[in-house]
């Protein structure tokens, strides 16, 4: 029940990129999953989160603005687009899914590099 990441690269500063991430369903029902994201020698830290139902939508204090994170529940896909790419937003972006059965899955991440 691994979700499955993409759309990580190598940019430049000031591009953008849309990270996407698929939940892995099979008999399991998606409830709210979130993007974090862990640059190199940092802890794991929360980049935004998406309720199912309400489709609310929470950010950490210091991605407020250039980041959007938005989900197709048809596809059980969330998305985190990220604007105006800088440097210090080199990091692996995790895909976070908890199912209404109780239990919770981390993807594998997807790596996006900044070039200054």
């Known amino acids: 029940v691994m979700p499955v990441e993409s759309g990580g690269g190598l940019v430049q500063a000031g591009d953008s990129l849309r990270l996407s991430c698929a939940a892995a369903?099979?008999?399991?029902?998606?409830?709210?999953m979130a993007w974090y994201r862990r640059a190199p020698g940092t802890h794991r830290e929360l980049v935004a989160r998406?309720?199912?139902?309400?489709?609310?939508?929470f950010y950490a204090d210091a991605m407020q603005g250039r980041f959007t994170i938005s989900r197709d529940n048809v596809k059980n896909t969330v998305y985190l687009q990220i604007d105006s790419l800088k440097p210090e937003d080199t990091a692996m972006y995790y895909c976070?899914?908890?199912?209404?059965?109780?239990?919770?899955?981390w993807g594998q991440g997807t790596q996006v590099t900044v070039s200054s």
């Open positions: 976070f899914v908890e199912y209404s059965e109780g239990f919770n899955s």
């Open positions: 369903v099979n008999i399991y029902t998606v409830h709210d």
């Open positions: 998406i309720t199912f139902s309400s489709n609310n939508t």
